[in-house]
Each structure stands twice: as C-alpha cells, then as structure tokens.
C-alpha cells in the first residue's frame, strides 16, 4: 500500500510506513513509477 501527497506542485509517494520513496511532475507519471518500483521490487 502506498501513499500520495501534492506537494508544492508535485506529487510525493510514499510506503505503508510512512517512508518517502520519490516524487512525480504529477499523478500519472507518479502511478507509472510506482508501477515501475514494484515490478523492481519483485
């Protein structure tokens, strides 16, 4: 589970703990990433 917070004009993402793991210009490219990292992750 993940987290997204706007941002000074950009979206943050961060983990179920709470953990900072990047950011995005906005929410369809911070959804892409995500799907990136978890693809990586796995």
Do not use: C, P
Request: aromatic residues 16%; hydrophobic residues 40%; proline residues 0%.
């Amino acid at each position: 589970m993940y987290s997204m917070k706007y941002v000074a004009g950009h979206i943050q993402v961060y983990d179920m703990t709470g953990a900072f793991l990047f950011s995005a210009d906005n929410e369809w490219e911070a959804r892409e990433e995500l799907e990136n990292y978890e693809e990586s992750a796995a």
